[in-house]
């Protein structure tokens, strides 16, 4: 099993920053898909970014070019860097760990992007 917790969550004003990190811990094995998804108020949980254990990264179109993704392999901890935030980045963000048909979830971290 592999356990997940996040942290770097908080309250930050528009156009500002943040930086959330996910510790991981257990049996974790190459390759694998690590990724950040996020869950607003009412709505479904969605994709943020992810990474491969190689590297790799996707990102959705809505955070694109503000957020960065990166992985300390060594360390087995998942890092969202946030820029520029906005009032729709609010949402809850959870870590997620994926390899072959195992999947695991964090218990996730708050963001509130307010003024």
């Known amino acids: 099993q592999v356990q997940l917790v996040e ?3 908080g309250l930050v004003q ?8 996910c510790a991981a811990s257990g049996s974790i094995f190459s390759p694998n898909l690590m990724g950040w998804y996020r869950q607003a108020p009412g709505k479904q949980r969605e994709l943020v970014a ?3 254990s190689r590297g790799s990264t996707n990102y959705a179109d809505s955070v694109k070019g ?3 993704i990166s992985r300390d392999n060594a ?3 998942l890092y969202l860097q ?3 935030l906005k009032p ?3 949402a809850t963000y959870y870590c997620n760990y994926r390899r072959d048909w195992y999947e695991s979830w964090g218990q996730g971290t708050q963001v509130t992007v307010s003024s």
């Open 7 to 9: 942290s770097g969550g």
């Open 14 to 21: 528009p156009g500002g920053s943040l930086r959330l990190s």
């Open 50 to 52: 992810t990474i491969s």
């Open 66 to 68: 503000r957020f960065t």
């Open 75 to 77: 360390k087995n901890t």
């Open 82 to 84: 946030m820029n520029s």
């Open 88 to 90: 729709e980045d609010t």
